[in-house]
């Protein structure tokens, strides 16, 4: 239903219709519709890259929690190790410092030892020296009252001649010119 433009606007038979739009209005709504879906598809990736990002932070999160779990027991068992190490270093050290005492000890009773045994050894030996001379002694008295009691003819006298005159061509060759026992010495 067409109606003209003489009829009057309160008349049922009049149909509104639609005014014609120019050519700049399609182009102007396309132009809009085309940006309104760019903006729409860009929208649409910026949510998808933020909901992506977002599941990233999260695993991000996630990581970084387990490696500082992990961080701090491994930093719990390297100070429990070293810890333990030090124990033992300080046991350790004790036990060398208790040796060394020990063997400068052992050096110093051993030295000990040895002037100890070095002293007797000497003393022994000026004591046994002193013994064999007076046993020579004791021996030279024993023939000279046997001599004496046997009288002149006796034969620890022909002994001890014989002797004497052995003993002075042994220690003529010695060197030991003119030394004569006494008489009576062996």
């Known amino acids: 239903m067409r109606t003209s433009a003489a009829a009057s606007p309160n008349s049922s038979s009049i149909c509104w ?4 739009r120019p050519k700049s209005w ?15 598809r860009l929208l649409n990736q910026s949510e998808f890259e933020l909901k992506h990002l977002r599941a990233g932070i999260g695993s991000a999160r996630k990581v970084e929690s387990d490696l500082r779990t992990a961080i701090i027991e491994v930093e719990g068992r390297s100070s ?9 270093n300080a046991q350790l050290q004790a036990t060398l410092a208790h040796a060394r005492d020990e063997r400068d000890r052992f050096a110093r009773d051993l030295g000990s030892m040895k002037r ?11 004591e046994n020296a002193l013994l064999r001379e007076r046993i020579n002694d004791v021996a030279a008295e024993v023939a000279r009252l046997a001599s004496a009691l046997e009288g002149p ?18 220690r003529g060759a010695d060197g030991r010119h003119g030394q004569r026992p006494a008489h009576g010495a062996v």
């Open 26 to 40: 399609d182009s102007a709504r396309r132009i809009s519709k085309a940006a309104s879906a760019e903006q729409s």
């Open 80 to 88: 429990s190790a070293t810890q333990n190490l030090r124990t033992e």
């Open 153 to 170: 003819n006796s034969p620890i006298d022909a002994a001890l001649a014989a002797e004497t005159s052995r003993g002075l061509s042994a």
């Open 116 to 126: 100890e045994t070095e002293e007797t050894w000497a003393s022994e030996r000026v």
């Open 17 to 20: 219709r639609r005014p014609r």
